[in-house]
C-alpha cells in the first residue's frame, strides 16, 4: 500500500489551573503555546517502517514482515477507541522489550507509534513509510510534548490510512480538519497519551488538537473565545520527571486519605471556576488591579495545594520564591514533579523587572522565556510553512 506525503503539526500547552484534579473528574483550564510539534511521514518503497525522533536521539526501524507478525492475532478494527487494545500492547512491550519499569522517552514514543500504526493499517497491507518528529517542546517538562507528539501521530497515520482527508487546497499554506475529524485525531491521540502516560485525563491533547483556551471536564471540552491577553514567562527548571509516575503518585495519595485529599481537589476545582469568571469578567468589564490580584492569589493557593499533592520539587520552590521577590506570582504547570512553572506578568509589570527576573531564573540553570498563548490546533502544511530551520531537520532523514 502507498502512503501520500504530508507534513502536520501541533501546540504544547500550559495549564493555567487543575492539573492533576483533571484526572479525578475536577475542571482544568488550558492554554495552547506558540511552541509546536513537527511530523512529517513520507511514502516509501523500502519495505521498512523508520522513526526518526531526534528530540529524544531516537532512530528506529522495522521490516514490514516483522511487523506483520504484531497484528496476527489482534482482535482487529474496534468501535471503541477509548479502551486500549491490551493484547496489542502486551504484544508490542514484548517485542520493544519494554517493562512495566522502563519508562524511557524511546520506549514510549516508538510504543505510541506502533499502537496507532498497527490499529490504523493492521487489517490491510502495512505500508512502507519513514516518520520524521521534531519539536520546540521540551520533552517530558509539563508542556504536553507528549499529546503534542500523539496528536501529531493521529493526524498524519489517520490521513495517510484515508480514514481523515488532507485539508489543504492548492492555495493554502496551512489548513485545519473540520470538526468530525478533529472529534477522530483527538481520540486515537488520546490513545497515544494512554500509553504514554497511563492514566491520562484528555486534557493535553484536547489543546493539542483545538489549540487556543480551553476549559476540559470529564472529557468534556469547551472552547473559551472570550478570553483576556495574558502575558506569562515560561520557566523550565529542567528536573526530569515523568507524567505517568506523578499521576499514580497523586492517585495512590487520594487512595491512602481520601477524606484529606477529595477537599484539595474540590478547591482545585472551585479555584479553576473561580479563575474561569474572573477571565470572562476582564473580557466585558474594564480590566483593573483587582482582576490580577485575584488570579495572583489562586495561583498562589493552587501551587500549595499542588505541593499537599505531592508534585512539587525545590526547584519549583525556588521559582516561586524568586519571582515572589519580584512580586510576580508562579506555580507549576502540568504534572510538576520539576518541569515548568508559569508566572503571571500583570499588564504593568515593566519590561526592566521582567528581564531581572528571567536573569535570576537563569543564573540558577533554569530556562525562561516570555511566552504568547491560544495558538492554532492541529494543522496540515506545505513544507515551505514550516520553518525553514524545522524543515530541514525533517527533511534530513
Ligand atoms: N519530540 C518528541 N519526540 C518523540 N517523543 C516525544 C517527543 N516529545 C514527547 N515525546 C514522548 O512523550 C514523553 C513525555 O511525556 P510526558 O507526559 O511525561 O511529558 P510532557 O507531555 O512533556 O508533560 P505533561 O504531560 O506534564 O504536559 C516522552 O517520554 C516521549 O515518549
Ligand atoms: C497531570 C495532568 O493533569 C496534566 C499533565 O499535563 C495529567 C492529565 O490530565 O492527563
Ligand atoms: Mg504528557
Not at 477509548?82 to 519508562?103: I, P, S, W
Not at 476540559?216 to 495574558?230: E, H, M, N, T, W
Request: glycine letters at 8%.
Amino acid at each position: 500500500m502507498q502512503v501520500k506525503d504530508i507534513y502536520v503539526s501541533a501546540p504544547g500547552k500550559a495549564i493555567l489551573h487543575g492539573e492533576h484534579a483533571v484526572v479525578h473528574g475536577k475542571v482544568a483550564l488550558a492554554v495552547s503555546l506558540n511552541l509546536r510539534t513537527y511530523l512529517r511521514l513520507k511514502a516509501t518503497n523500502t519495505g521498512k517502517v523508520c522513526v526518526n525522533l531526534p528530540n529524544i536521539d531516537t532512530f528506529l526501524w522495522w521490516d514490514l514482515s516483522e511487523l506483520k507478525q504484531l497484528i496476527r492475532h489482534s482482535s482487529g478494527k474496534r468501535d471503541e477507541v477509548q479502551l486500549l487494545d491490551a493484547e496489542l500492547v502486551r504484544r508490542l512491550r514484548e517485542f520493544l522489550g519494554v517493562t512495566n519499569e522502563t519508562l524511557d522517552h524511546c520506549n514510549m514514543a516508538s510504543l505510541s507509534f506502533l499502537y496507532i500504526y498497527l490499529l490504523l493499517f493492521g487489517q490491510r497491507e502495512l505500508p512502507s513509510l519513514t516518520v520524521s518528529v521534531w519539536s520546540e517542546l521540551p520533552t517530558g517538562a509539563g508542556l504536553g510534548s507528549s499529546a503534542a507528539y500523539s496528536v501529531c501521530l493521529a493526524a498524519s497515520l489517520l490521513c495517510a490510512s484515508g480514514a481523515i482527508p488532507a485539508p489543504l487546497n492548492e492555495w493554502d499554506h496551512t489548513a485545519r480538519w473540520c470538526q468530525e475529524d478533529l472529534e477522530l485525531i483527538n481520540s486515537w491521540a488520546f490513545q497515544g497519551e494512554m500509553i504514554i502516560h497511563g492514566n491520562p485525563s484528555g486534557v493535553d491533547n484536547a489543546v493539542g488538537t483545538w489549540g487556543g483556551m480551553l476549559r476540559f471536564l470529564a472529557g468534556k471540552i469547551i472552547p473559551l473565545s472570550r478570553v483576556p491577553l495574558l502575558r506569562i514567562l515560561l520557566t523550565n527548571t529542567k528536573e526530569p520527571r515523568s507524567t505517568k509516575v506523578l499521576v499514580a503518585r497523586v492517585k495512590d495519595k487520594i487512595n491512602k486519605f481520601p477524606s484529606i485529599m477529595n477537599p484539595v481537589l474540590d478547591s482545585v476545582d472551585a479555584i479553576s471556576c473561580t479563575c474561569e469568571r474572573v477571565l470572562s469578567e476582564m473580557t466585558c468589564e474594564p480590566i483593573t488591579g483587582e482582576h490580577y490580584n485575584i488570579l495572583e492569589e489562586l495561583i498562589d493557593i493552587n501551587q500549595h495545594h499542588l505541593n499537599v499533592m505531592g508534585v512539587g520539587h525545590p526547584a519549583l520552590d525556588v521559582l516561586c520564591r524568586l519571582t515572589l521577590a519580584r512580586g510576580l506570582h508562579s506555580k507549576l504547570t502540568g504534572a510538576g514533579g520539576g518541569g515548568c512553572g508559569i508566572t503571571l506578568l500583570r499588564p504593568e509589570t515593566d519590561s526592566s523587572i521582567v528581564q531581572s527576573t528571567i536573569q535570576d531564573l537563569r543564573d540558577h540553570g533554569f530556562d525562561c522565556w516570555e511566552t504568547s498563548i491560544g495558538g492554532p490546533g492541529v494543522q496540515q502544511h506545505t513544507p515551505i510553512s514550516v520553518k525553514e530551520e524545522i524543515l530541514e531537520i525533517l527533511n534530513h532523514y
